[in-house]
C-alpha cells in the first residue's frame, strides 16, 4: 500500500510563488507515473501536471503551462510542484496521485491527501 503525503501550500499574494512537495510511502512508489490535482469549491477536480517515472516527459494543463514546473527525486521518493506567477484562480487543495502514465490524466491508481492553495489578490 502506497501512502502519498503533500505539503508546501499556504497563503501567497498574486504574483508570488509556493512549492509543492509530494512524499511517497513504499517502494513500488518509484515504478508510477507521479500527477497534480486541484480541487476548488463548486468546480470539478481538474489535472495540474505529471511526470514519468523516470522524470523524462511531464505533462502540464494549459492553465499552469509556463508558470508551473513539476519534477520529481525518486532517491527521496519525492515530487515537487514549483509554482510561480500564482493567480487567485490558482487558489484550491492540492492533491498528489500516483497514476499507471503521465499521458494520461485518468490513470490515477493512488491519491494523496491534499494541501491548500490559497493566492490573494
Known amino acids: 500500500q502506497v501512502q502519498l503525503i503533500a505539503s508546501g501550500g499556504g497563503l501567497v499574494q498574486a504574483g508570488g510563488s509556493l512549492r509543492l512537495s509530494c512524499t511517497a510511502s513504499?517502494?513500488?512508489?518509484?515504478?508510477?507515473?507521479m500527477g497534480w490535482f486541484r480541487h476548488a469549491p463548486g468546480k470539478e477536480r481538474e489535472f495540474v501536471s505529471s511526470?514519468?517515472?523516470?522524470?523524462?516527459?511531464?505533462n502540464y494543463a494549459d492553465y499552469v503551462k509556463g508558470r508551473f514546473t513539476t519534477s520529481r527525486d525518486n532517491a527521496k521518493n519525492a515530487m515537487y510542484l514549483q509554482m510561480n506567477s500564482l493567480k487567485p484562480e490558482d487558489t484550491a487543495m492540492y492533491y498528489c496521485?500516483?497514476?499507471?502514465?503521465?499521458?494520461?490524466?485518468?490513470?490515477?491508481?493512488?491519491w494523496g491527501q491534499g494541501t491548500q492553495v490559497t493566492v490573494s489578490s
Open positions: 496521485a500516483l497514476l499507471t502514465s503521465a499521458a494520461e490524466t485518468s490513470s490515477v491508481v493512488a
Open positions: 513504499g517502494r513500488t512508489a518509484n515504478t508510477y507515473a
Open positions: 511526470i514519468a517515472w523516470n522524470g523524462g516527459y511531464t
